[in-house]
């Protein structure tokens, strides 16, 4: 056999060996698919029913509004600096559609997959599941009151984000999308009650709950309300 003959197998050689390698890459990259794909995810021991019912239970809930609350502070803070004129977008992940809030679509994913809109909607729907699904279930109801004014202040503020800055929203799933003037009047409920039914509530979570209600009360043009509140 030549040395151009030799040359040739090599060549061949090295050929298939590459084409094998990149099937089997493909078929690691489709298998890693299926494993981290949260969708497939299947654990027996997590459950409602192993949360739900189990001491301290809504203490834990509450914990996650907080970090949800946290997401959505940091979220409305940079989409209206970006929505306005404060920033000039040309550098950020966004959609240079944010420059003008009526070409905004709900379809661009930067704007609607993880930016205040859906934020504020997935908070309420939690701080909704924690007062009225785990906090009656939950066996510990002395410190109930307490978180659940909590909960139903972070539940108002997302109302009251939402009403500030959309103007017409669902307020259920599914539901028929109401004005922002709505929202703020499902913010007032939740901040009122959470000032009147949870005395014991921590200072700070009440004083914030005092002057959201006043903002919320100025936004719908009740300034009597909104100085009764402040003070």
């Known amino acids: 056999m030549n040395k151009s003959s030799k040359n040739n197998i090599v060549a061949l050689w090295t050929r298939a060996t590459m084409r094998v390698g990149i099937f089997v890459m493909l078929a690691l990259i489709i298998g890693s698919c299926q494993l981290i794909d949260p969708t497939e995810v299947r654990n027996p021991q997590i459950t409602i029913e192993s949360l739900v019912g189990q001491p301290g239970s809504l203490a834990a809930a509450r914990q996650g509004i907080r970090f949800a609350f946290s997401d959505l502070v940091d979220n409305t803070a940079y989409f209206t600096d970006v929505v306005s004129d404060n920033y000039d977008n040309w550098q950020t992940f966004i959609s240079p559609a944010a420059d003008d809030p009526r070409?905004?679509?709900?379809?661009?994913?930067?704007?609607?997959?993880?930016?205040?809109?859906?934020?504020?909607?997935s908070l309420r729907i939690q701080a909704t599941f924690a007062i009225t699904d785990i906090a009656p279930k939950d066996p510990d109801q002395a410190s109930a009151p307490s978180?659940?004014?909590?909960?139903?202040?972070?539940?108002?503020?997302?109302?009251?984000?939402?009403?500030?800055?959309?103007?017409?929203?669902?307020?259920?799933?599914?539901?028929?999308?109401?004005?922002?003037?709505?929202?703020?009047?499902?913010?007032?409920?939740?901040?009122?009650?959470?000032l009147t039914t949870a005395p014991t509530s921590p200072t700070n979570i009440r004083t914030a709950a005092q002057f959201a209600l006043a903002r919320a009360h100025r936004q719908r043009g009740n300034k009597t309300q909104a100085a009764a509140a402040a003070n």
């Open 103 to 121: 070409s905004i679509r709900s379809d661009d994913l930067t704007l609607n997959g993880n930016s205040l809109y859906p934020i504020a909607q």
């Open 147 to 194: 978180i659940i004014g909590e909960i139903q202040f972070f539940r108002g503020m997302a109302a009251l984000i939402l009403g500030e800055n959309f103007s017409f929203a669902p307020s259920t799933e599914g539901g028929p999308a109401i004005s922002s003037n709505d929202f703020i009047d499902l913010a007032i409920a939740d901040l009122t009650a959470a």
